[in-house]
């Protein structure tokens, strides 16, 4: 149990294009997602906390209007990165908190954003 | 500025010995630890978590250890198999505080490579 899918898993855009990314919670209903960044050889930084139905809580230094999340269903979140840049590519993942576990993650396979 | 770290970018073990990977922070309101296993192009997999009321947590090969005083926790891996090959990533949450509530801090990752 406690799958999460990402779509898509790589995708390779040109400068100035959006990128819609997809979270999905495959067998539990997710009230909470995180959307996290990871460059190469580091961390992983949470970038927004994303509740079913209300707006998204951006951590320190993310531009919510670049970055733009919706949970519009217990099951989907996606992240839009809009005008990419190519500072912005990256490997985002995101994560997934059910309805009973209080703090337990579950993650999906991550997405490589590549932007030209 | 990074509230978990994980001085030890890397650590070589050999099949059969035990892997022990270190983990400190510096925030006095993280109350929970988690350590999750990660393969290259996928996302983050739960292992082992702890809660600071206890001072050990085992599960099967994993074994994880804290120490509030110190503010540093480590996970034992006994015996290391090359399955285990892999980056291991401290994360921890500070549960009683509002803004903080479900969101995990993660280190930077230790790479774990177990030869033969």
């Known amino acids: 149990g406690a799958v999460v899918s990402q779509h898509p898993s790589w995708v390779i855009c040109k400068s100035g294009t959006s990128v819609k990314i997809e979270c999905r919670s495959l067998d539990f209903q997710a009230t909470t997602m995180f959307w996290y960044r990871q460059f190469p050889k580091q961390s992983l930084m949470l970038m927004a906390t994303?509740?079913?139905?209300?707006?998204?809580?951006?951590e320190q230094g993310v531009e919510k209007d670049k970055f733009l999340i919706n949970h519009a269903s217990l099951t989907l979140s996606t992240l839009t990165v809009t005008s990419a840049h190519p500072e912005d590519s990256s490997f985002y993942i995101c994560?997934?908190?059910?309805?009973?576990?209080?703090?337990?993650?579950?993650f999906g396979p991550g997405t490589r954003l590549t932007v030209l | 500025d990074q509230q978990v770290k994980q001085n030890s970018p890397s650590l070589s073990v050999q099949e059969g010995r035990i892997s022990i990977l270190n983990c400190d922070y510096t925030?006095?309101?993280?109350?929970?630890f988690l350590w999750y296993k990660k393969y290259p192009a996928e996302g983050p997999t739960f292992l082992i978590s702890?809660?600071?009321?206890?001072d050990k947590n085992e599960d099967g090969r994993f074994t994880v250890f804290l120490n509030k005083s110190a503010k540093h926790l480590s996970l034992h891996i006994v015996p290391s198999q090359p399955g285990d090959s892999a980056v291991y990533f401290c994360a921890a949450s500070a549960t009683m505080t509002t803004d903080s509530w479900g969101k995990l801090q993660f280190g930077a990752g230790t790479q774990v490579v177990v030869t033969p």
């Open positions: 925030n006095s309101m993280f109350d929970y």
């Open positions: 994560s997934a908190r059910g309805l009973t576990s209080e703090w337990e993650q579950f």
């Open positions: 994303s509740n079913e139905g209300s707006k998204a809580t951006y």
């Open positions: 702890i809660s600071s009321i206890k």
